[in-house]
């Protein structure tokens, strides 16, 4: 019977084999082919790595990969330190922060596409009421609008990211909090630690077994973010707020050039394979199954 | 598990809160009120703060000519789809990863949070092409099947999560007695984390509902869901805001109160169980 667990296993993994193999290889194959969908319903000519070569050799992609590791890294440290911040304000033991912590985190529930459209009726140059807060408050404000400036455009895409996600820190961090042992913190008070030293020596470390897994999480999704994208900016103006996950779908979906996006593909494959490999063999050696 | 703040202390932390509560939730009831304001009062300098709110968008949407409301129909059956049929595939292998001693444990559970970071853009294409060559595309299955790739892996991690707290006495007293090990899983485990199946099916449909990525290359006019319906009337000319906020109020719902009636398991909902919260 020491097999019984590997077949109860089996046909998950067989579907999902099956349904990320297929891509994969496809895109692998397609990657040395010149193959634009438009004018061909099949792969054209093969052509070695010349899709790679274009593909690095081209300023959007560089852009892109620029633009999504600024993302990726801002973001997933800003929600993570406001979301902590958040965390430690709820852990207060007050009326009300139940209902308050159930409110907040509305906006992680919200698709991105949605997200995407309340950000852009918001960020409006003509009459959205953020533009509006920040002309009021004296602030100089792209005559392009937000998202039409190639100075703001990404940091909107972050800012539109950081109000979705933050709460989800937050509420996950403060299930950390929560769950460190009241007896550790009483033994620390009478010690005559301070909520400085409380905090750090304590309570960080209890919420970053937590935090690993929801840091790695939330940086690859930051990573591939493109719904974001799509509904606010079109990773315009020019490539200014373009990320990897919209260049994508630029070659693949709107100029149908399949062999770069195959290559595109690959090449983002190997980034995140690798990021996530080294954070998951650092980060959980220590974790138990 | 603190000692209870002082008065001003109190205030401000309940200042704090109001602020961030204006912060979170402040965007979400302004897009809501975009979807019952009239028309002339969505883009102005200052903002409109109160109207005579009208239904006229909100009809538009699910009654009459109902624009969304099939879309809403199909994300409904997609996302159902997409549960119902992960069960017999995520069920038995949270059991065994949960109930048995496995060389490879920590390699499976791995794999599959890997697959929850894919990059989802990237199967795009292939899957259209795939879809397209065998017939499905357009098609409600084709969604739910690539669905799985989340789902699956989402529903394993949270559902482990429940049965590894499922005593294992319970099932050993079976076991003496003899009862083969579906009947055990089956008689016994099951019905004991049925709240953990619950809830488990209630986060997945969210996870699915909100999905956009797939529906984008693989719904038809005819199977297209909410996120689609939405990205529609921004494709056309001339877009009409209170119709786009409608929809995505419609779309906004379900999730809300999904999260709002399962509040007890959101934390380890959205951890995918590694977090009992």
């Not at chain 1, 852009?63 to 207060?92: H, K, R």
């Not at chain 1, 985190?105 to 852009?120: D, K, N, S, Y």
């Not at chain 2, 968008?57 to 119902?84: C, E, F, K, M, W």
């Not at chain 2, 920590?106 to 060559?133: C, D, E, N, R, S």
């Amino acid at each position: 019977m020491a097999y019984l667990p590997y077949l109860l296993v089996a046909p998950s993994i067989i579907l999902l084999l099956g349904l990320i193999a297929y891509p994969l290889v496809f895109a692998l194959k397609n990657s040395f082919y010149f193959w634009n969908l438009q004018t061909s319903a099949t792969p054209v000519g093969f052509v070695g790595f010349a899709n790679y070569q274009m593909v690095l050799a081209s300023p959007a992609f560089l852009n892109s990969l620029i633009n999504t590791l600024v993302l990726t890294f801002s973001g997933t440290a800003l929600e993570f330190a406001f979301g902590l911040a958040i965390a430690l304000l709820l852990s207060t033991r007050l009326r009300g922060m139940s209902v308050a912590r159930a409110l907040l985190i509305m906006p992680t529930t919200i698709a991105p596409i949605v997200v995407g459209f309340l950000f852009r009726y918001m960020y409006d140059p003509q009459g959205g009421i953020i533009t509006w807060l920040m002309a009021s408050i004296g602030l100089d404000l792209p005559a392009q609008g937000i998202l039409g400036s190639t100075n703001t455009a990404l940091l909107a895409i972050l800012i539109a990211d950081v109000w979705q996600w933050t709460p989800f820190f937050a509420i996950i961090l403060y299930a950390g909090l929560l769950s460190v042992p009241v007896s550790l913190l009483e033994a620390a008070r009478l010690d005559g630690a301070s909520a400085w030293v409380m905090f750090w020596r304590i309570k960080f470390p209890f919420v970053m077994r937590t935090a690993l897994i929801i840091l790695i999480l939330r940086f690859m999704q930051l990573f591939n973010t493109f719904d974001l994208v799509l509904v606010l900016t079109r990773g315009g103006p020019g490539t200014s707020s373009r990320t990897l996950g919209y260049t994508l779908y630029q070659q693949g979906l709107i100029d149908f050039n399949i062999g770069m996006a195959s290559a595109t593909t690959w090449l983002v494959v190997i980034i995140v394979n690798a990021i996530v490999g080294l954070y998951i063999f650092f980060a959980f050696r220590k974790w138990e199954w | 598990m603190e000692h209870h703040p002082r008065p001003l202390r109190r205030l401000v932390i309940y200042a704090l809160l109001a602020l961030l509560m204006l912060f979170f939730i402040g965007p979400i009831i302004w897009f809501i009120l975009l979807a019952i304001r009239p028309p002339g009062t969505a883009f102005t300098m200052p903002p409109v703060l109160f109207f005579e709110p009208t239904a006229d968008a909100i009809r538009h949407t699910l009654v009459d000519p109902g624009a969304n409301a099939r879309q809403a129909r199909n994300s409904l059956i997609v996302a159902l789809g997409a549960v119902l049929l992960n069960l017999p595939f995520s069920v038995p292998a949270a059991y065994a990863l949960s109930r048995y001693r496995m060389k490879s444990k920590k390699f499976i559970m791995l794999w599959y949070l890997g697959l929850l970071m894919a990059p989802p853009i990237a199967f795009l294409i292939p899957y259209f092409v795939l879809m397209t060559q065998i017939g499905l595309s357009g098609t409600y299955l084709s969604m739910i099947l690539v669905l799985q790739t989340l789902i699956i892996p989402f529903s394993v991690w949270l559902m482990k999560s429940f049965i590894d707290e499922v005593p294992r006495e319970l099932e050993e007293a079976a076991r003496v007695d003899g009862a083969a090990w579906y009947v055990i899983m089956l008689r016994i485990t099951l019905p004991l984390v049925r709240p953990g199946l619950i809830v488990t099916s209630m986060f997945a449909f969210v996870f699915a509902w909100n999905n956009a990525a797939f529906p984008l290359v693989l719904s038809s006019q005819q199977t297209a869901t909410l996120p689609i319906g939405t990205l529609n009337y921004f494709a056309s000319t001339g877009v009409t805001w209170s119709f786009i906020a409608s929809a995505a109020v419609v779309a906004m719902v379900p999730p809300m109160l999904i999260f709002l009636v399962f509040d007890r398991y959101v934390v380890r909902g959205l951890t995918f169980g590694a977090v009992k919260g």
